[in-house]
């Protein structure tokens, strides 16, 4: 695991709890927006609960991302061997949409189709229940 990238931290399960309920609403809202045809945001709305869920499970390993480059942080931290195929296929996954989300955000406009929001909507219903199932470990 790169942990010169993390911080230490004592795992709080108010944090975690919270983290988990952010991501639930982020997945209903990434829902919702699929319904309007907001299709960049629902897109965006699925990183941030598959990035939120993440976080969840750091904080119960005992790390926190760094404030700066929090968001790269939190794909090294997937990808460590030690966590298993499960994340680290979802590091790769949380990487490309990571960069795509920086497209949407900053370059580009429509640039997330119909099936694209879908499919970045189930891997976070996906990524919720496997890290939901690793926190009960």
């Known amino acids: 695991m790169k942990k010169g990238s993390l911080r230490n931290i004592k795992p ?7 983290a988990l309920n952010k991501a639930h609403r982020d997945l209903r809202v990434s829902t919702t927006l699929i319904e309007k045809e907001e299709y ?3 897109y ?5 609960a598959i990035h939120t869920t993440a976080r969840a499970y750091m904080n119960k390993m005992g790390y ?14 997937l ?6 195929q499960d994340l680290n ?5 949380l990487d490309r949409m990571r960069r795509t989300r920086h497209r949407v955000m900053y370059d580009e406009y429509d640039l997330i189709t119909e099936k694209g929001a879908k499919q970045a909507n189930n ?3 996906e990524s919720i229940t496997l890290i939901e199932e690793k926190l009960k470990e």
Do not use: C
């Open 64 to 77: 926190t991302p760094p404030s700066r480059d929090g968001h790269r942080a939190v794909v090294d931290f």
């Open 12 to 18: 709080n399960q108010k944090v975690i709890e919270n």
């Open 89 to 93: 296929m979802y590091a790769r996954l």
């Open 40 to 42: 960049d945001w629902a």
């Open 79 to 84: 990808e460590a061997p030690e966590l298993g």
């Open 123 to 125: 891997w976070a219903k």
């Open 44 to 48: 965006t709305t699925s990183y941030t």
